[in-house]
T-cell receptor, first 112, second 115 residues
Framework: DAKTTQPPSMDCAEGRAANLPCNHS???????VYWYRQIHSQGPQYIIH?????ETNEMASLIITEDRKSSTLILPHATLRDTAVYYC?????????????WGAGTKLIIKP | DAGVIQSPRHEVTEMGQEVTLRCKPI?????LFWYRQTMMRGLELLIY????????DSGMPEDRFSAKMPNASFSTLKIQPSEPRDSAVYFC?????????????FGSGTRLTVV
């Protein structure tokens, strides 16, 4: 699976949009981009995933560049409860080796 | 749905003792994963099962670790004998390919401290 690069930490003001970048320059054509987050002392939580089209759900939006070498997770109106470590992962969704490779993630701190 | 249920939430044990961690996956999920998380190494996959069969246990640190899934609703991770370096948070997660790759659901974890 392709590796990802994320900034180690970011700040965002409460109520503003939080934009978390992720580079995955070696992504292959059949690899999906997944985002998870881990709030302190909890298990990781699935947020969203996509292949090449932009995706939106009740939690966030995922913007994937046309060349698919990078993506941005957008939390449209960040709240204090969004403070967490956010992980960007690329993998083959239907791969028989059905697992995720976790990096260090981005620690997002939402400030009042 | 109660989600993935792990027990106990916290475990403190003495070096050399046997430790058993338990996991109940979400009903209908056919994949189950055991992860370990430490500050130094982050999240590491230990083993995963598909339809109760172990598929990849290459992440299991050594023979002191063993995992079983006797049925679709229960799995255990056992450490015998335990050592201080096993101290970590252990997560269980489940998923289903029928969900079209919509991610894993993790439990709340078991924080293990070996003294």
């Amino acid at each position: 699976d392709a590796k990802t690069t994320q900034p180690p930490s970011m700040d965002c003001a409460e109520g503003r949009a939080a934009n978390l970048p992720c580079n995955h320059s070696t992504i292959s054509g059949n690899e999906y981009v997944y985002w998870y987050r881990q709030i302190h002392s909890q298990g990781p939580q699935y947020i969203i995933h996509g292949l090449k089209n932009n995706e939106t759900n009740e939690m966030a939006s995922l913007i994937i560049t046309e060349d698919r070498k990078s993506s941005t997770l957008i939390l449209p109106h960040a709240t204090l409860r969004d403070t967490a470590v956010y992980y960007c992962i690329v993998r083959k969704s239907m791969d028989s080796n059905y697992q995720l490779i976790w990096g260090a993630g981005t620690k997002l701190i939402i400030k009042p | 749905d109660a989600g993935v249920i792990q027990s106990p939430r916290h475990e403190v044990t003495e070096m050399g003792q046997e430790v058993t961690l338990r996991c109940k996956p979400i009903s209908g999920h056919d994949y189950l994963f055991w992860y370990r998380q430490t500050m130094m190494r982050g999240l590491e996959l230990l083993i995963y099962f598909n339809n109760n069969v172990p598929i990849d246990d290459s992440g299991m640190p050594e023979d002191r670790f063993s995992a079983k899934m006797p049925n679709a609703s229960f799995s255990t991770l056992k450490i015998q004998p335990s050592e201080p370096r096993d101290s970590a948070v252990y997560f269980c997660a489940s998923s289903s390919r029928r969900r079209g790759g919509y991610g894993y659901t993790f439990g709340s974890g078991t924080r293990l401290t070996v003294v």
